[in-house]
């Protein structure tokens, strides 16, 4: 049984609203972009996708916590949201995997919570007015004045133009042996990266070397690789120059190319289209998708604040010379554009995560797309 605690947390909107409740997880102060994510699963799988670095997540589902943490759920190294807002902590772990409470996973992390609020008028208040800055004060922080809590939240940077990638990046080149038939090295531009993503390309036969954010055209072909791949990732892809710069690069030297989310929108800009800010972003396991191509819709897992601009319907040119392009997949909730295919280069991207952790298995086929793809260019060049 966890043992939930009844000090005071309160947390700030940039707007003025004060929500108060009880202190869930470190205790402190924590800023961020506050969105909401609908899964009414995988809360293990959320906090550990380094795409929700620099934003506080709150859970729409009321009652959270209670198959606790393990091992081997994480997809990446640590929790990386920057705070947490729940209604209902579960005050009793009972899974059989379960090796610590949500809880104590919060404090190890030093990841500041909040429980005990309205989620629900919350997350009314972003769809209605838009994803804003926030803060939550617990501890000591939560007897400071409600007027000096506003003014912290107010001085805490926007989310659009920050570029994040580097803090969740790895520093050092890491390698996964491919699993069953090789094709051959895969460089992965880690901005992000999750470890189902990993998992599902090294199950279909690529070794997959995952390369720090930083890397150069130069280090990218040193591993010489049959294909390139974009991780997920946080911040706001229009502060990304120097990846799509590299992802020119990438095209350039005809290497195929398959991007997920800010890969996505890093191929947009890398093919001369512009990226947006979306009101209040998609977040949850549950977002319907129709794939042009095939005519069928996908139930699938989103997590992203920004998209990328073009128009859905028909083909046109890229702006920046690499042929005939598409939208391949439309998300059907409010039309935004949530993949892109190129006619004439082997490149395409989703704006999902196919991975499916946490979220239902629709997409996977991609990955095998993505196969597809890199045998016929081998083919094609032998």
Known sequence: MTALTLDPAVLVLEDGTRHPGRAYGARGTTLGEVVFATGMTGYQETLTDPSYAGQI?????????????????????????????????????????????????????????????????????????????????????????????????????????????????????????????????????????????????????????????????????????????????????????????LLRGVLDAGLPFFGICFGNQLLGRALGLGTYKLPFGHRGINQPVLDKQTGRVEITAHNHGFAVDAPIEGVFDSPRGYGRLEVSHVGLNDQVVEGLRALDIPAFSVQYHPEAAAGPHDANYLFDRFRDLVIATQEAQN
């Not at 091992?71 to 209604?87: C, L, N, Q, T």
């Not at 009314?124 to 939550?136: A, E, L």
Request: avoid cysteine; glycine fraction near 10%; hydrophobic fraction near 40%.
């Open 57 to 245: 997540v709150l859970q729409t589902a009321p009652h959270i916590g209670n198959t606790g943490m393990n091992a081997e759920d994480p997809e990446s190294r640590r929790i990386w949201v920057a705070g947490y807002i729940v209604r209902d902590p579960s005050r009793v772990v009972s899974n059989w995997r379960a090796e610590e409470s949500l809880d104590d996973a919060l404090v190890a992390d030093g990841i500041v919570g909040i429980s005990g609020i309205d989620t629900r008028a919350v997350t009314r208040r972003i769809r209605s007015s838009g994803s804003m800055r926030g803060g939550i004060f617990s501890g000591d922080a939560a007897g400071l004045d409600a007027e000096e809590q506003l003014r912290i939240v107010r001085g805490a940077p926007q989310m659009a133009g920050q570029n994040l990638s580097a803090g969740v990046s790895v520093t050092a080149r890491e390698v996964t042996a491919a699993r069953g038939e090789r094709i051959g090295n895969l460089a992965v531009l880690d901005l992000g990266v999750k470890q189902a993503t990993i998992d599902n390309l090294a199950d279909r036969g690529f070794e997959v070397h995952v390369l720090p954010q930083t890397a150069t055209l130069e280090e990218v072909q040193a591993i010489d690789p049959v294909a390139v791949f974009y991780s997920n990732g946080p911040g706001d892809p229009a502060a990304s120059d120097d990846h799509v710069e």
